[in-house]
């Protein structure tokens, strides 16, 4: 089992960046792709960017690539994404998942494990 909290949300202006932070603790944490996802007011939640265990294989959303970087500390067992060049569409709440796997997927069913969330405001 896997317990994860979200840290550094918060309201930033366009163009400007955030670093979201996921602690982690639990067994294994080594072993366990990690992702972000983000759900906005009446919408689905989606992907944002996964890693591997080895950090090897990263994966982004279109709407993240050159913008967002994920990263993980295996030893701190933490998970970071740093955002920059924000826009008002990237305001949601972002969760931290942990999957039971090494290899990072999008599909938020694949993760068994979630955090409950940091908001992000991104203001025009």
């Known amino acids: 089992q896997v317990q994860l909290v979200e840290s550094g949300g918060g309201l930033v202006k366009a163009g400007g960046s955030l670093r979201l932070s996921c602690a982690a603790s639990?067994?294994?944490?080594?072993?366990?792709?990690m992702a972000w996802f983000r759900q906005a007011p009446g919408k689905e939640r989606e992907f944002v960017a996964a890693?591997?265990?080895?950090?090897?294989?990263?994966k982004y959303a279109d709407s993240a690539k050159g913008r967002f970087t994920i990263s993980r500390d295996n030893t701190k067992n933490t998970v970071s994404l740093q955002m920059i060049s924000l826009k008002p569409d990237d305001t949601a709440v972002y969760y931290c998942?942990?999957?039971?796997?090494?290899?990072?997927?999008?599909?938020?069913?694949?993760?068994?494990?979630w955090g409950q969330g940091t908001q992000v405001t991104v203001s025009s």
């Open positions: 998942a942990a999957s039971t796997g090494a290899i990072p997927q999008q599909r938020p069913d694949s993760y068994g494990y």
């Open positions: 639990g067994r294994s944490f080594s072993s366990y792709a």
């Open positions: 890693i591997s265990w080895s950090a090897l294989t990263l």
